[in-house]
């Protein structure tokens, strides 16, 4: 009898673990491609972003008139920051605060239109 109720008990431990590893993941966005415009240092930034229900997939700068000497190593970092993090509150690159936030903005506005609002 003891050993039926240890078996019994084990059973509905491990069902319960098996229960808890299995969360069901929530939608964050919208399935698609969004542009998102703010204004940078110098001009306007447009951002194209992909992204798919849980991820930021994709972001590519479409149009911008920053100086090319500031603006490239935003433009390579922060894509690939907000990217890993899935989250577009990054941190700004060293000497180029302007075009980072620009970019960050327009990247936060294209994210609007992707988010599944609760």
Known sequence: MKKLLGL????????GLVACGTK????IYKQGTYEGNA?????PIKVQIVTDDYEIIEIKIIEQQEIP???DSVYEKIPERVI?????DVEVVAGATYTSNGLIKAIKN??????IIK
């Open 8 to 15: 019994i008990l084990v059973i509905v431990l491990a069902g």
């Open 69 to 71: 000497i500031i603006a």
């Open 24 to 27: 069901a993941r929530t939608a």
């Open 84 to 88: 890993k993090t899935n989250n577009a």
């Open 39 to 43: 204004e940078g240092h110098i001009g």
């Open 110 to 115: 294209g994210l609007d239109k992707a988010k």
